[in-house]
């Protein structure tokens, strides 16, 4: 798809526009000074007026650690040179400062049929400066927004989950308040604007009704060399209500694959650490048997052996000429036996693999730092120069030996407790700080103002795993990878990996019984995407469920918990079971659920959280819609009260104007009365939950 690029020269010479039929941004040139004159969001007809007369900020020093020598440029002590030109178009504008010795180029890209514009700086210096932190854009707009507000960089601290009696545990499980809040888009809500930064870890905010969107960096631009930022975003929405919908659109345009449905095993709660080659085995025969061959589901996608294959648990074993070696007592060295019967079976081989060197492997912590390695007090650093290599260097060999999923358990610390590299090795110093004497997960660092030491690993850490990931991309454009333990929630990760832990939630769900455990997953939930008001697609959450350890439960208890963990929308269904334990009535729920599953998955693009706080005991739900129908689950957590809903099949849950006639029925047996009924567009509907039930709907459009 072509770009538009150019930009067309309005009667007034100092005046530029690109725009396509959703949007336009006209630039200015006054006196010499660039800044952005309007923003037209066309779908919606609101016009965004900046009330400064600014493009950008940099801060440049001579380094993080020399106390004194930043200075902050906005795009004001810049001067105009000249407009800069890709073939026949016009592409941007080159400013310089002469003062200091910098050019920078501005460039806008805006495709045909998008609604968004793009917007990166080139810089150059003629002498080495130390780039602290470079917001791409700094406007100040009236109607600015940051729907996203915490900023916890903690290692240690503890908070518990506060729970009302009767519908989970009083003994709420111990959780972390670790919400640094990098990477989250800011809004505009009169005009229906969205904004950010395409890197995780940037730090995008509103101060004094001035939108920032940038990232600190801290790191050294040499001489006569050129930097290219991260891209900036603008993109709008028809209507600031609905303006989560056009962003979660733009996401799904920008990721590294489109959303896809992986359905895997995962031999955790199987065998823990104990897993060998005959124990996997085993149990992905019986999968492959119970599922695909006797209840005929889709072949499974991966088979993933999670921790326990590598040779970290024995006194000598030595990682110092090649990291994650495999325990061959346990494992062909190259899974070679493994890789045959998952193909066979139609499946790839996955693989647990930890950057940070967690869980299983943290006996090894220890003895690659005293190999020279960069190693924290627990865990390696993401930004080690020679340890990342040589991680980078394994990784890619198992890329090239065929595993297709990975599970990068542990990058920036885990649940409890986050590492941070404090004595720059690969990251910015700043030894003013004082932090002489601290360890890597000190308690102390959680003040505030060690936040941009913190946010300096993390964003080198951050960019020296998207290079791993985007090696590994290369080998294998359909590899499927996920980052958890120790990560972050930005959704812009999606361009670099497919999937994101459930952010500060265990993955033991507890509580009391099946309605006990979707509480506390769904207060996670609810915590995250309301509360917090964290933007990221639901679809793209890894959140440690389905689980099944034991037999014994009804087939209908087992079948609501199922339904309504499916119903949350992941495009990722790991099964954490113990197989042998299953009996032939559990596997035919789950088969049940599979085949549900990949009939409603298209509307998993759309899907969105309804109702109340599921620690309250309000009935809530999710639901999903495209222009075939959807679907929407509701679970009532009273233990005692049966509860009535009344939900409207409007926009707000995501349903179509469109589907004005739909078909009702349900995959579960305790929703007859809907079976023969018909609804649509703006009809409303009564739903009555005893307590502790989940019911599921499904809507097809009627032809």
């Known amino acids: 798809m072509p770009l538009v690029i150019a930009l067309v020269s309005c009667q007034k010479k100092s005046e530029f526009i690109i725009e396509n039929e959703f ?28 009330e400064n007369k600014k493009e950008f900020k940099l801060r440049i020093s001579k380094g993080t650690h020399k106390e004194g020598t930043s200075v902050e440029l906005t795009s004001n002590d810049f001067k105009y040179v000249k407009v800069t030109k890709d073939e026949s178009h016009i592409k941007g504008f080159l400013l310089e400062n002469k003062e200091y010795q ?106 004094s009704n001035v939108l920032n969107c940038g990232y600190l960096w801290g790191k050294e631009i040499k001489a006569g060399e050129t930097y290219l930022t991260y891209k900036a975003v603008v993109g709008v929405a028809d209507d600031y209500q609905y303006i989560d919908d056009a962003f979660y659109k733009y996401i799904d345009d920008i990721r590294i694959r489109p959303l896809r449905l992986q359905v895997q095993y995962n031999s955790w709660f199987d ?18 048997q119970e599922l695909v061959i006797e209840r005929k589901t889709k072949a499974i996608n991966a088979y993933v052996i999670d921790d326990g294959w590598q040779d970290s648990f024995s006194d000598d074993a030595d990682w110092s000429d090649k990291l994650w070696k495999v325990n061959t007592d346990r494992f062909d060295g190259d899974f070679k036996s493994s890789y045959e019967l998952v193909k066979s079976q139609g499946g790839k081989l996955g693989l647990w693999y930890s950057p940070g060197c967690f869980f299983g492997a943290n006996k090894m912590v220890k003895k690659l730092g005293e190999q020279g390695f960069e190693s924290l007090d627990f865990s390696m650093s993401m930004a080690g120069p020679k ?34 590299e404090i004595n720059g090795r690969g990251t910015p110093k700043m030894p003013q700080l004082e932090t002489k004497g601290f360890t890597s997960t000190d308690t102390r660092l959680n003040d505030s103002k060690y936040d941009e030491l913190k946010t300096y690993y993390l964003v080198a850490g951050t960019e020296r795993l998207i290079d791993i990931f985007t090696k590994v991309s290369k080998i294998n454009p359909e590899v499927f990878m996920a980052i958890t333990n120790g990560a972050y929630l930005s959704p812009w990760w999606l361009q670099h990996v497919d999937l994101v832990w459930l952010i500060n939630a265990d993955d033991g769900a507890i509580g009391e019984g099946r309605s006990g455990e979707l509480v506390y997953r769904d207060g996670v939930y609810h915590d995250i995407w309301v509360k917090e008001n964290t933007k990221f697609p639901m679809n793209a959450i890894f959140n440690h469920e389905p689980k099944k350890v034991k037999t014994g439960e009804s087939k209908e208890q087992f079948s609501e918990y199922l339904f309504m963990n499916l119903s949350r929308g992941t495009g990722f269904i790991e ?8 009996s032939e009535q559990d596997w035919d729920v789950m088969a049940k659920g599979l085949k549900w599953v990949y009939d409603v998955f298209p509307t998993f693009q759309n899907v969105k959280m309804h109702g109340g706080d599921p620690r309250s005991g309000d009935v809530y739900g999710y639901c999903g819609f495209n222009n075939e129908g959807g679907y929407a689950s509701f679970h009532n957590p009273s233990q005692t009260e049966t509860q009535t809903y009344t939900f409207t099949l ?6 179509m104007t469109s589907l004005n006639r739909l078909g009702m029925s349900s995959p579960l047996e305790n929703a007859s009365e809907f079976g023969n009924a018909e609804t649509g567009y703006e009809k409303t509907i009564k739903i009555i ?8 709907l499904n809507f097809d459009r009627v032809k």
């Open 387 to 420: 340890y990342m290599d040589a991680f980078e260097e394994r990784t890619l060999e198992l890329a090239n030996q065929g595993i297709s999923y990975f599970k990068f358990d542990g990058v920036f610390g885990h649940l409890y407790t986050r590492a941070f």
């Open 650 to 655: 409007n926009r707000s849950m995501g349903c």
């Open 23 to 50: 949007l336009s941004r006209t630039m200015s040139l006054e006196n010499g000074k660039l800044y952005t004159k309007c923003i037209y969001n066309k779908i919606a007809d609101k016009k965004l007026i900046p």
């Open 689 to 696: 939950l005893k307590p502790k039930e989940v019911k599921v």
């Open 271 to 288: 065998f823990y650490q104990g897993v060998t080659r005959e124990k996997f085995q085993k149990s992905a025969k019986k999968i492959y």
């Open 575 to 582: 099964f954490y079971i113990k197989t042998e334990n299953l």
């Open 102 to 207: 910098l050019q920078v180029e501005v460039t806008y890209e805006l495709k045909n049929t998008a609604f968004y514009i793009h917007k990166f700086l080139e810089i150059k210096s003629e002498n080495t400066i130390t780039l602290e932190r470079v917001d791409v854009e700094e406007l100040e707009v009236q109607d600015a927004f940051q729907p996203y507000k915490l900023k916890q960089i903690t290692t240690q601290s503890l908070n518990k989950i506060q729970t009302k009696p009767g519908y989970a545990p009083e003994r709420a499980e111990n959780t972390t308040d670790y919400k640094p809040g990098l990477g989250q888009p800011l809004y505009t809500k009169q005009s229906a604007t969205f904004w950010g930064i395409e890197f995780p870890a940037a730090t995008n905010f509103v101060k």
